[in-house]
């Protein structure tokens, strides 16, 4: 399975930006999905995770109420809304398949830079 990120790029804090990871599994639909991100010389954080049952959300307290996940399943592609962004949300982010641990499940990433 290929997962290729885009939507990354530089912002202002309070600025806004909208990533995609496009999946090459005609049974995208099946997965749970999540959002992971490494800042520089920090390890990996959990972003966000959406489910395939019904859609359900779950997001950690560091980005609750500023981003929000969603998927198209008829386009196999994966988002991540992230508003009133702030300096500690530059990292390099990564979607994943479920279990995210596993960063054989990771795709390339995209940088997110927020500085003014």
């Known amino acids: 399975v290929r997962l290729v990120e885009s939507g990354g790029g530089m912002v202002q804090p309070g600025g806004s930006l909208r990533l995609s990871c496009v999946v090459s599994?005609?049974?995208?639909?099946?997965?749970?999905m999540s959002w992971v991100r490494q800042a520089p010389g920090k390890g990996p954080e959990w972003v966000s995770t959406?489910?395939?049952?019904?859609?359900?959300?779950d997001y950690a307290d560091s980005v609750k109420g500023r981003f929000t996940i969603a998927r198209d399943n008829a386009k196999n592609t994966l988002y991540l809304q992230m508003n009133s962004l702030k300096p500690e949300d530059t990292a390099l982010y990564y979607c994943?398949?479920?279990?995210?641990?596993?960063?054989?499940?990771w795709g390339q990433g995209t940088q997110v830079t927020v500085s003014s």
């Open positions: 599994e005609s049974t995208f639909s099946r997965y749970d």
């Open positions: 994943a398949l479920e279990p995210w641990r596993d960063m054989n499940n």
């Open positions: 959406i489910d395939t049952l019904n859609g359900s959300t």
